[in-house]
DNA sequence: CTATTGCGCAACCAAAAAGTTGCGCATATA
DNA sequence: TATATGCGCAACTTTTTGGTTGCGCAATAG
């Protein structure tokens, strides 16, 4: 089962659940709330998330809220980053761009 | 059938054919050298990511070179950039990242 | 103690994705 | 022309997802 940062982004309803998050911690009853789903469903996108450690659990009481861990999103954009060159100045400092890639890769 | 950047980058080999293609535009036969897989599993992988725009076909005589369209990928930069404060530093400025967050979002 | 609420977990289902195989078309080579 | 190469496309199989339903457990409320 694969289980990286993104997987965890490539569902539009995983992220919307990470923007409302990071806002404030909700349990998984408010959350499901916002979405046309079953608490369920929502579980099961916060039990992946949770895998990921994008999202962090805390107990209080019988409720478990949800918090936000922002430490894995710099991996997307760790990986978008070499990029960023190419398609603000096209074909310019092009093989400086590439050097990066290079290094960064394996 | 979800076609955005997001499912596009999800997959390993997907993000190294990416990889690959932003150094130098290739045929998918030659692409297919890096990986353990077929030719057409590759084909696949540019059909989808030529389907999100990542990726460009050009033909050339019997051959088709695939290259890099960077475009896209500012759409996972631009969904990131909000969450870069929280990581960076934690806990301050809060409210601003939050704004941030709401005006994008919806 | 009993009832209710908030959960996670396991079993099951339908849909989608990833990969394979076989084919046909177009270009290049002999 | 005949043959080989590079490719996309369609059909099919297997694996992975996203979702639902039903259960049981722990914590609160009465």
Redesign the pocket.
């Known amino acids: 089962?694969?289980?990286d940062v993104f997987?965890a982004i490539?569902?539009p309803?995983?992220r919307a659940i990470i923007g409302l998050i990071a806002i404030q911690a909700m349990?998984?009853?408010?959350l499901?709330e916002y979405?046309?789903?079953?608490?369920?469903?929502?579980?099961?996108?916060?039990?992946?998330l949770t895998e990921c450690e994008i999202v962090r659990?805390e107990?209080?009481?019988?409720?478990?809220?949800?918090h936000f861990n922002p430490g894995k999103m710099k991996e997307v954009a760790d990986f978008v980053e070499p990029f960023r060159q190419l398609w603000e100045k096209r074909f310019d400092q092009l093989d400086h761009v590439l050097r990066k890639i290079k290094t960064t890769k394996k």
């Open positions: 089962m694969r289980r997987q490539a569902d309803t995983r349990t998984p009853n408010a499901a979405f046309d789903t079953t608490r369920q469903a929502v579980s099961k996108h916060l039990q992946i659990q107990q209080t009481g019988r409720e478990i809220y949800y």
